[in-house]
């Protein structure tokens, strides 16, 4: 078995619920999951760490209220733990929401190798996102996040876009025009030693329960752990009966 430690927690997402699916989904691949809402760090070597949460500085006004229970200040210890880990040839996968984490911490955009941009970056309401996974298409219900700040070297491997007339119920910010077009979804990279997959779906555990996108993780996880291929996992769903 691998051994995955699951850092979750933070707001406006069920992340209790989607850490817990996300553990489950992860057995048959032979990953053995511990999920924690603790981010000061870990004393274990872990072969992969999935940080899949929702923790920053709120430093814009529309969060004052939610500051003072919510806002983070990434700890050195949780720094030092993540790049003792990619310096390991640990692995890491940055589930949705986490790539706007820590963003007191330049080094984590530097890790995802993207980044949120609060100048630009947006998310329609959840609703109909239509993928590429190479020649494969396919839909699911989710948040498509927009004109993220990418950078570095990476291999994306989905793209995702939104329909304007049918999906989108806000309206992006003032002058942007992506809408339609094709985001990256998910991607592959390398960072200080260790392996690197960010996939940006995933927004509530109806997003994981698609076969689709479990596919997706499933692909992301075994080149991650450089584990079998994990096409022999045929029917994803049937393997979450005892989840519920």
Known sequence: MKSNLILSGGVGHEFAETSAY???MLKPLGVASTVTDD???????????TVNGL???????????????????????????????????????????AIVCMDDWPEWE????????WEQSFSPAPGDVYCHVGRKAFTLTD???H?????????????GRVNWNR???????????????HQPMAWIRTHGGGRVAVDVLGHDVRSLEDPDHQL?????????????????????????????
Do not use: K
Request: glycine letters at 8%; proline letters at 5%.
């Open 22 to 24: 996300l553990a489950a």
């Open 110 to 117: 530097a890790i995802c190798g993207g980044g949120w941009d």
């Open 167 to 181: 999906s989108v119920l806000t309206l992006p910010p003032a002058g942007i025009s992506a809408l339609g077009l």
């Open 55 to 97: 923790r920053w500085r709120m430093r814009a006004d529309r969060y004052e209220p939610l500051r003072a229970a919510e806002a983070f200040a990434t700890p050195w210890t949780l720094t030092e733990a993540i790049a003792h880990h990619l310096a390991r040839g640990g692995a890491l996968l940055v589930m949705h929401a």
């Open 147 to 159: 004109l993220l700040r990418m950078h570095g070297d990476m291999e994306v491997v989905a793209t």
């Open 143 to 145: 948040v498509c996040y």
């Open 39 to 49: 981010w000061t760090g870990w004393a274990d070597d872990y072969d992969m760490i």
């Open 216 to 244: 997706l993780l499933y692909h992301l996880v075994a080149r991650l752990l450089r584990l079998p291929d994990a096409a022999e996992v045929t029917n994803p769903s049937a393997q979450m009966s005892d989840f519920r």
